[in-house]
């Protein structure tokens, strides 16, 4: 069972671009959460998506910000006209869907860098 | 205001030796605590998960303590490696809440 996988990695993108980001959760998980770690901080809560829901977006910048999980693909954290105060490393995490503590399993990571 | 603090910011350590992080937590209502590890360019990696009747858990040369009195818990590496060179992540669930309160992370270097 592969765990969340995120890509890219790496990201660069320069100002005024736009950033996607792809989530993959594990097998069987429909809940993803997006996180955002900038450098010597801890992770912020961005998102919280269901299959063709957002369940919370209140971490989320309300503007430049998107975030959804189709039914069907992968979920994407899109950033529109990227500013330098966007890099960062964004992390998705994933949990099954009942019956458990919400234990989350985290990807890789993207680290976004906008020169 | 929830918030979760640890403790050193950073530590080095040679192979072998012993060390013990810190965490201080203001998140209520308590849910559970966890450590994470962070390799250098990784995702977080669960260790640890404590509820709040639990004092002591163990994961191979991880050993958690909770005291949920004083609202702290430490983290010790016994015997520590080259590969434990991470950053160690307290998190903190509040309630049934999905938003977990993640503490800064202590940057551990084991040197040879």
């Known amino acids: 069972n592969a765990g969340v996988m995120q890509n890219p990695r790496h990201l660069v993108r320069r100002r005024g671009q736009e950033a996607r980001l792809r989530c993959s959760p594990m097998k069987g998980h429909s809940h993803v959460y997006w996180y955002r770690q900038l450098p010597e901080e801890g992770l912020k809560f961005m998102v919280y998506l269901q299959k063709e829901n957002i369940i919370d977006e209140s971490g989320m910048p309300k503007e430049r910000f998107s975030a959804e999980f189709p039914k069907e693909g992968p979920s994407i954290l899109r950033i529109q006209q990227v500013v330098r105060g966007d890099s960062a490393a964004y992390f998705c995490?994933?949990?099954?869907?009942?019956?458990?503590?919400?234990?989350?399993?985290f990807g890789p990571g993207t680290r976004l860098t906008v020169t | 205001k929830n918030q979760v603090e640890q403790s050193p910011q950073s530590l080095i350590i040679l192979e072998g030796k012993n060390c013990t992080l810190q965490c201080n937590y203001t998140v209520s209502p308590f849910s559970n605590l966890r450590w994470y590890k962070q390799d250098t360019g990784r995702g977080p990696v669960s260790l640890t998960i404590m509820t709040f009747s639990e004092n002591t858990k163990s994961n191979g040369r991880y050993t958690a303590t909770l005291d949920a009195d004083t609202k702290q818990s430490s983290l010790h590496i016994t015997a520590s490696q080259l590969s434990d060179s991470a950053s160690y992540i307290c998190?903190?669930?509040?309630?049934?809440?999905?938003?977990?309160?993640f503490g800064s992370g202590t940057r551990l270097l084991v040197r040879p």
């Open positions: 998190v903190v669930r509040p309630g049934s809440s999905y938003k977990l309160i």
């Open positions: 995490a994933s949990s099954p869907p009942t019956g458990s503590s919400y234990e989350q399993y």
